[in-house]
């Protein structure tokens, strides 16, 4: 009989392993991005600097951390309000089944049709 019981220890390692990849991957772009960018977030234009530096996200524009040109091209930097923003608004586009950049149906009402004709009656 074959033992399918996970190794725990193993598990654990493999997930730590896995994170410090990810920690070591994002210090060097977090780094390049902001030797490249002027230390403001490009949504709400706040300036960082000092302490308040680390609220300053680099936001990768293709949603591929893996994607990471030396020119910067795939990122820009987010405070972490407009970063939390952005992921939640790409999280209910998808859930309401559009692709972002889809053009939202366009308002048909017009309420000022007729207008002319309702000031005439009075």
């Known amino acids: 009989m074959v033992n399918h019981t996970p190794n725990q220890a193993r598990l654990d390692s493999i997930v730590a ?43 990768h524009k293709d949603h591929n951390h893996d994607n990471n040109p030396l020119d910067g091209s795939n990122w820009e930097l987010l405070c972490i309000y407009c970063h939390e923003n952005e992921h ?19 308002a048909t009402h017009n309420p000022f049709a007729n207008l002319q004709e309702k000031l005439k009656k009075k």
């Open 88 to 106: 939640a608004r790409i999280l209910d586009e998808s859930l309401r089944g559009r692709v972002i950049g889809d053009q939202a149906p366009v």
């Open 17 to 59: 392993e896995a994170r410090r990849h990810s920690s070591e991957r994002e210090a060097k772009y977090r780094e390049r991005a902001l030797k490249l960018y002027p230390w403001v977030c490009v949504r709400c234009a706040r300036e960082f600097s000092g302490a308040r530096l680390r609220e300053l996200t680099v936001h």
